[in-house]
């Protein structure tokens, strides 16, 4: 397993855009990769996935067209690029990684997590 810590979280107003990044301390370049989000006293929710390659990504339906995840197997580092951000995108982000070669977009086949961090979205 791969040890996670993700930063760039923050307060912004409704539309703008936000990066966030996820290091990893050892090689993810065998690992799917997914960013989850959390609510208030709600379990981790699917954002979107990226497999070992970078070849195949995956949404959910709130966060096609505005999220972009993608990843730097040489850097160890994955990322998820949030744009024309709304009130509703506020939570706490988790980045994880899955092992296995099938993408998988349930909270119980992410292995490994980081610490979160929070984004906050004013209207």
């Known amino acids: 397993q791969v040890q996670l810590v993700e930063s760039g979280g923050g307060l912004v107003q409704t539309g703008d855009s936000l990066t966030l990044s996820c290091a990893a301390s050892?090689?993810?370049?065998?690992?799917?990769m997914g960013w989850f989000r959390q609510y208030p006293g709600t379990d981790r929710l699917f954002v979107a996935a990226?497999?070992?390659?970078?070849?195949?990504?995956y949404y959910t339906d709130s966060a096609k067209g505005r999220f972009t995840i993608s990843r730097d197997n040489a850097k160890n580092m994955v990322y998820l690029e949030m744009n024309s951000l709304k009130p509703e995108d506020t939570a706490v982000y988790y980045c994880?990684?899955?092992?296995?070669?099938?993408?998988?977009?349930?909270?119980?086949?992410?292995?490994?997590w980081g610490q979160g961090t929070q984004v906050t979205v004013s209207s």
């Open positions: 994880a990684a899955q092992s296995g070669i099938y993408v998988r977009t349930a909270e119980a086949d992410y292995g490994s």
């Open positions: 050892g090689r993810i370049g065998s690992y799917t």
């Open positions: 990226i497999s070992w390659s970078g070849g195949n990504t």
